[in-house]
């Protein structure tokens, strides 16, 4: 008799006039685990990650984000502010009756957890933020490191319809900027269809447009939610400084992983080593 194939399943959910749509895989029983992408990613950055935690019991919930999902990408900038991108987690939580769970981000994926993990406590088991460092240290960073330098694009990705031509150019700048900061060739065919070919492009810079509209409050106050932050010292988009400040905000367990040599693309390049990290922070 053979072993019965691994349980997946799409599930879909509403929040206001936007339906959403997760990747529900793993043992049904088992805790769950909410994976977030970034950009300019989907789903399917976690496909490396899901199945090692299938394997040690977890149940992954994989969120296709606002923007990106083709049944959930809303005009206007205000609409990609990060407390809208927090309640769309909230909603997913909801969706599938869960109080609490473990939450996993990596790239803009972590900014949404690391603000979920300290505006709604209660609904965090567990965070673990990859490469993109708590908001506050990421600001801190921008004004006494290089990191104002690393982030240039985000003024660029300001400017109209300049960026999506950039972007969504075959063969173009863009794809050989990802190329530099470590995306394999079969990664950025992946970024052709997900991101390209389904017009998700908007959406995803939609998240970098709403920022003029960020205002402190209680996304970007201190984690008090046990932590893990795994950075990789090839990064060229995020450097050291903001990596390092991350301890100063959070009052909980928390724990710095660097890994040496990696590039930005962290879940697709140390799955395993990553995987590692988010089972020992789950069940700490």
Same mark, same amino acid.
């Given at each position: ?25 793993? !043992? ?22 899901? !199945?090692l ?109 300049? !960026? ?15 190329? *530099?900061?470590?995306? *394999?060739?079969?990664?950025?065919a ?5 991101m ?11 998240? =970098? ?8 409050g209680?996304?970007?106050?201190r984690?008090?939610?046990?932590? *893990? ?13 903001? @990596?390092?400040?991350?301890?100063? =905000?959070?009052?909980?367990? =928390? ?6 040599? @990696? ?22």
């Amino acid at each position: 008799m053979g072993s019965e194939p691994p349980r997946s399943a799409e599930i879909t959910f509403s929040r206001g006039r936007l339906r959403f749509r997760a990747i529900d895989s793993g !043992p049904a029983d088992g805790e769950v685990v909410v994976l977030l992408h970034g950009f300019p990613q989907r789903t399917s950055s976690w496909d490396a990650v899901a !199945p090692l935690l299938h394997a040690a019991g977890f149940r992954t919930l994989v969120l296709d984000q606002r923007g990106y999902c083709s049944t959930a990408r809303p005009r206007g900038r205000r609409a990609y502010r990060l407390s809208e991108l927090v309640g769309d987690v909230l909603a997913l939580l909801d969706s599938a009756n869960l109080p609490a769970a473990h939450v996993v981000g990596h790239d803009w994926g972590a900014a949404v957890a690391w603000g979920v993990a300290a505006a709604h406590p209660d609904r965090v088991r567990s965070l673990t933020a990859v490469s993109v460092p708590h908001l506050a240290a990421f600001r801190r960073a921008m004004i006494v490191s290089d990191q104002l330098l690393r982030s240039w694009y985000i003024g660029f990705f300001q400017l109209p319809r300049v !960026p999506e031509r950039v972007l969504t150019s075959d063969g173009g700048p863009a794809e050989r900027a990802l190329a *530099t900061m470590g995306m *394999t060739p079969e990664m950025i065919a992946r970024y052709r269809s997900e991101m390209v070919a389904d017009g998700a492009v908007p959406g995803g810079l939609g998240w =970098y447009r709403a920022l003029p509209f960020a205002s402190p409050g209680k996304a970007t106050a201190r984690v008090r939610v046990p932590t *893990t932050f795994v950075w990789s010292d090839h990064d060229p988009a995020l450097g050291r400084g903001g @990596a390092e400040r991350t301890a100063h =905000y959070v009052d909980a367990d =928390y724990r710095f992983v660097e890994m040496s040599g @990696a590039s930005h693309w962290i879940p697709e390049e140390r799955p395993a080593e990553l995987a590692e990290e988010i089972i020992a922070r789950a069940q700490s």
